[in-house]
């Protein structure tokens, strides 16, 4: 899981930015998503592709855990990840040694797809703590 420190800029929270992130995924990557809180201020994002039941099968879905969590009053420690990447993997592995040596090159687009989505999304994240406004993020290259 990849980890980002950040500091708040004036007038933004962490809620404002877990919404901002879901909307994000919602639009721009044609995700499902679902928003949970906890009792200690932490935001936790889970998404996955929306057509993920036909594409599993071929390691083309994605699936993403964001979870954002307060350190301080002027900090939030962002992580984006999935535990994904590790099935991806074995069927990489599983795909190259068998017969069906095409679900090896879908799983490994998809196992690169995942991990770059999460960079973007830590990417987002940080610009806009940094003060990004909307128009910004939606030209943003995510």
Not at 3 to 31: K, N, V, Y
Not at 37 to 55: D, F
Request: overall charge neutral.
């Amino acid at each position: 899981m990849k980890t980002r420190m950040m500091p708040l800029s004036e007038g933004r929270t962490i809620a404002d930015l877990a919404h901002t992130i879901q909307t994000l995924l919602i639009t721009r990557e044609e995700m499902d998503t679902q928003l949970l809180t906890t009792e200690s201020g932490e935001y936790v994002i889970q998404a996955r592709s929306q057509n993920a039941e036909t594409t599993q099968w071929v390691g083309m879905d994605k699936n993403l855990t964001i979870r954002l969590t307060p350190v301080g009053d002027s900090c939030v420690m962002a992580q984006a990840g999935s535990e994904r990447w590790l099935s991806k993997g074995a069927l990489l592995f599983t795909g190259t040694f068998i017969i069906a040596w095409p679900l090896a090159v879908t799983s490994g687009i998809g196992l690169v797809k995942q991990k770059q989505l999460a960079d973007r999304v830590l990417n987002l994240a940080a610009c806009y703590m940094a003060g990004a406004d909307n128009a910004q993020l939606m030209a943003f290259s995510f």
